[in-house]
């Protein structure tokens, strides 16, 4: 049978459902701050599966598509409707690596140990394994997250990034030239926490051969603040880090502008937007390879260094930033590299483009 003939034969149209379901008052109110947010999610998923099994019998869906939590570990109750079911992506398979934790503070360690148990609990959740069993496609962030929803059972599964920008946003992120006057500057953007690996850029600066007014600059607030200032006075580069804080949009695309590159030593990361952004403005990405950042950064557009050891690191690191110190038509071959990329990959419009094919080709298996 024809697609266009399959979908919503008895409605007579075509189209996409949004409803809008809430747990009761009482249940909210256990989840205020956030504290309880997992399970409340998990509550609402149970409780979302019998509204739309109710929808389905008046509207009968032709396939569904789950999108959020972005979290592999979780299940999604809608997959057990007998309608074809797209997960994802889904993220949080990515771990750092466990020779890097010798450098996390103990309250860094403690998380990295829950995060690992909660996962590797979710993935024995009934729901969860058969979430991804009943899955017609997975769609996964990183590989990490697809090798684990493979031992999950999943059978047909997809790496893809669920970071995206738009047309507009890219066009006006590529307003911001290439500074050409010294100081040189690199800069990292992120939440000052330890799985961010900010501690393995300062002291890949500090190892790095620039000149005595290179500057390394910190976007963002966090508790490693303290860690990471004590690090940098040091290794003697105080005088040379600037410790931003977190600052509106704008000031922060301003400063990311008067970069030469963004450093991004994540250890985890499920997506990078920062990578993303960075790279429409033009700027090389100097990434662990690892987790998001590594899909989203290829060998035209940065740096991905192998993330073997933090000793190994750390040089490997330097050397990237003194590579684009001296070189400004590489610079300038991986900033336009980069914003080729954002443009075809993760522009917002395509990916819609090529949601809707795939769900064509699901529909079209389906008759």
Known sequence: MPVDQARGQ???WVGTWFASWSLPGWMQQLNQGQNLVQLHYYLWQMSAYFTAGKLHQELGFDLIHHVTYVRYSSPSFLSLLPVPFVWGPVGGGESAPRG?????PFR???YETLRTLAHRLGERDPFARLTARRSVLVRATTKDTAERLQKMGAKNVQVFSESGL???EIAHLAQFAMPESSPVRFISMARLLHWKGLHLGLRAFALANLPNDAEYWILGEGPEQERLQALAEELGIASQVKFWGKLPREQTLQKLGECLALVHPSLHD???WVCL????????IICLNLGGPASQVTEETGFRIPASTPEQVAPDLAEAMVRLANDSELRSHMGGAGQKRV??????????QRLAQLYEEILDEKC
């Open 10 to 12: 008895s409605q007579g």
């Open 100 to 104: 890097f934790w010798q450098d996390f």
């Open 108 to 110: 860094g360690k403690v």
């Open 166 to 168: 738009s047309k507009t």
């Open 270 to 272: 499920s997506g990078g």
């Open 277 to 284: 952004e960075a790279m429409s403005l033009g700027r090389p």
């Open 343 to 352: 443009s075809e990959v993760f522009n917002w419009e395509r990916k819609g």
